[in-house]
């Protein structure tokens, strides 16, 4: 007796049909990227000269850094820079109030989160994300400078972002301005007695840096940076932005 032959086994269609399904999905998604990239460049490239504030959602309006924060971006505003914030409450809310009562831009990137963040009232121009690494490009991208106050966990990768892209040269380099010095020193400190004293970073690394809690010094620093050279970016740092 011929041994009996197993009927071939047919592999079940639906992880196939789930892995195309997967499939396009991601190529939605990237498509949905690229969206972001595009709309969020048509609408801020002309936005210039712009300043990107930082600071925490979490602080109140009665909060002395809410002042500070909406004090500099009023001083910012008047003396001809668009301040872009991440449109959010706390010190965005600040940076964008005191921008929208002053001369110039007041700009929200917002972000869509879990626990959904509203944006605040005081945007006039308002640009929604839903992808972080996106929305951080723009911030980079169209700033001539970055001030960042006191703040939690984002504001420290805001912080980081911008030093790594300086440090590395993967974009131009801009004055990066902490403000209200007796929350920054700590971490200063650690910088300068491990990172530097065990050669994760060169002790030049430390001038990306300045110190400033002064509204009208922070707005002056900023324009010295530029005096010599001007806010339009060089043929070459347009080539490097196109790269970010």
Same mark, same amino acid.
């Given at each position: 007796m011929r041994d009996k032959i197993p009927a071939p086994i047919t592999p079940s269609v639906e992880p196939e049909l789930a892995r195309r399904v997967e499939s396009t999905r991601e190529a939605w998604r990237v498509l949905e990227i690229m969206s972001e990239f595009i709309e969020s460049?048509?609408?801020?490239?002309? !936005?210039?000269?712009?300043?990107?504030?930082?600071?925490?959602?979490?602080?109140?309006?009665?909060?002395?850094?809410?002042?500070? %924060?909406?004090? !500099?971006?009023?001083?910012?505003?008047?003396?001809?820079?668009?301040?872009?914030?991440?449109?959010?409450?706390?010190?965005?809310?600040? %940076?964008?109030?005191?921008?929208?009562?002053?001369?110039?831009?007041? +700009?929200?990137?917002? !972000?869509?989160?879990?626990?959904?963040?509203?944006?605040?009232?005081?945007?006039? +121009?308002?640009?929604?994300?839903?992808?972080?690494?996106?929305?951080?490009?723009?911030?980079?991208?169209? %700033?001539?400078?970055?001030? +960042?106050?006191?703040?939690?966990?984002?504001?420290?990768?805001?912080?980081?972002? %911008?030093?790594?892209?300086?440090?590395?040269?993967?974009?131009r380099r801009i004055p990066i301005i902490l403000v209200h010095a007796p929350f920054w020193q700590g971490l200063l400190a650690w910088f300068r007695e491990r990172l530097v004293a065990e050669g994760m970073i060169s002790a030049e690394d430390m001038d990306l840096i300045q110190v400033i809690d002064d509204p009208a010094q922070v707005a002056s620093a900023i324009f010295d940076h530029y005096e010599a050279r001007g806010f339009a970016p060089s043929a070459q740092e347009r080539e490097i932005q196109l790269n970010l």
């Open positions: 460049t048509e609408r801020l490239t002309h !936005i210039s000269p712009a300043v990107s504030v930082f600071g925490s959602a979490r602080t109140p309006p009665e909060h002395p850094y809410y002042l500070l %924060a909406e004090q !500099i971006a009023r001083t910012l505003s008047d003396a001809g820079f668009a301040v872009m914030s991440g449109g959010g409450p706390g010190l965005m809310e600040a %940076a964008n109030k005191g921008a929208y009562f002053g001369r110039s831009p007041s +700009v929200g990137l917002n !972000i869509d989160l879990p626990h959904e963040q509203n944006a605040n009232a005081y945007q006039d +121009v308002s640009q929604t994300f839903r992808h972080f690494f996106a929305r951080k490009v723009a911030f980079v991208k169209f %700033a001539a400078a970055y001030v +960042v106050l006191p703040g939690g966990f984002g504001t420290l990768d805001e912080l980081s972002e %911008a030093l790594t892209l300086v440090q590395t040269g993967k974009t």
